[in-house]
């Protein structure tokens, strides 16, 4: 029967029940090769007696434990350091371009803003149609502008080229503004893509390594565990 064979463990070689332990060839990749490292003369037809399968198991098991804890640890690192990271600093846009401000720009603001808004166009009409009434019906008796209004066109003319310029100024500083938040965007995107790949990287190593080093993991608790009842069984046998 097989559970009468005898064979010679690889580590003590004394002899054991072919059941009391197991070949090299039923052992995992890892443990193999822990026990290969010891014994380099081992081949896949040696056996291991649990006692001794016992401390191999549990170091491989530590190994395991050990790797993933590096590597989570120098993820964890680059991680804290693109977190903490201060080569470009966020600047506030407004409160820069606020600060450099000079009078002329100032006021190429102000004009733009006002130029821009209803109250601006009211006036402008109120001005047009009240220069026109006052020339064609002599009100008052002035009449500085006859018809076809040419001092009107002139001034007109005169508005809409020194308005052009300075709205141009306004719209430069409305560049730069969106100029330099265009850059900090920038800066924002590049670093939270960087966390991300970290962090990319720390899910691909629990999905590829940690859990499926758990699941083995628990595996051989559960062999070791065994192991460790054969052993107390034995005991109890022996005492009796």
């Known amino acids: 029967m097989a559970e009468n064979l005898t064979v ?24 193999r090769q822990r026990v290969k490292q010891d014994y380099p003369q ?7 007696c649990g006692h001794h399968l016992l401390k191999y198991r549990l170091a491989n098991v530590d190994a395991m434990i050990s790797s ?5 640890q120098k993820i ?15 600047t506030d846009v407004n ?19 006002f130029g821009g808004s209803w109250g601006f166009i009211g006036i402008f009409i109120f001005v047009l149609i009240s ?14 502008d006859r018809f076809p209004f ?20 306004s719209q430069n500083r409305s560049a730069d503004r969106d100029r330099m938040a265009a850059e900090n965007d920038f800066h924002v995107n590049l670093k939270s893509e960087h ?15 940690q859990i499926p080093h758990t699941l083995e993991i628990e595996k051989l608790q559960i062999e070791i565990l065994s192991e460790i009842r054969s052993e107390l069984a034995e005991l109890r046998d022996h005492h009796k």
């Open 195 to 209: 966390e991300l790949r970290i962090l990319h990287a720390k899910l691909d190593h629990l999905s590829q390594n």
């Open 42 to 48: 081992a081949k896949v037809t040696d056996f291991i």
């Open 76 to 90: 964890n690192r680059k991680l804290t350091r693109a977190m903490q990271s201060d080569d470009y600093e966020i």
């Open 68 to 72: 993933d804890l590096k590597q989570s």
């Open 150 to 169: 040419i001092l009107l066109n002139l001034v007109l003319s005169c508005i809409s080229a020194i308005q052009a310029p300075i709205i141009m100024m």
């Open 8 to 31: 010679h463990c690889i580590v003590d070689d004394q002899e054991y029940h072919v059941d009391e332990g197991l070949y090299l060839a039923d052992l995992s990749t890892a443990i």
């Open 95 to 113: 409160e820069t371009l606020t600060k450099s401000l000079t009078f002329g720009e100032r006021i190429a603001d102000d004009v733009a803003r």
């Open 131 to 144: 220069w026109m009434l006052v020339n064609s019906l002599q009100l008052f008796g002035i009449h500085f």
